[in-house]
């Protein structure tokens, strides 16, 4: 089976795409449709940060509309989602 192809939001380039919608929502099928596998990595591992720094339970409604905001505005918004207030990168 041929690698499904979409052109990236994100990276602004052809990549491969996902395998399946990330979740049930309007925007996980816009992901689906319109974000590189590359790029979901790089999600994840921003989910992270944004989970560990806003100390977030993922649980909660709250927590879950936070994240779907952060979501659309890293894949789909001007530069890049916002950083928690207090976040310092860390060092290399």
């Not at 990236?8 to 990330?22: M, S, V």
């Not at 100390?55 to 952060?70: C, D, G, Y």
């Amino acid at each position: 089976m041929a690698e499904r192809l979409v052109q990236c939001a994100k990276l602004k380039q052809e990549l491969p795409g996902l395998d399946e919608k990330p979740f049930d929502h309007p925007l996980g099928e816009r992901i689906y449709n319109e974000v590189s596998v590359k790029a979901w990595d790089m999600w994840k591992e921003h989910l992270k940060m944004i989970i560990n720094e806003f100390r977030l339970n993922p649980a909660t409604l709250e927590a879950q509309e936070m994240i779907l905001k952060q979501c659309e505005a890293f894949f789909f918004g001007e530069g890049t989602a916002e950083m928690p207030p207090d976040y310092v990168p860390p060092s290399a």
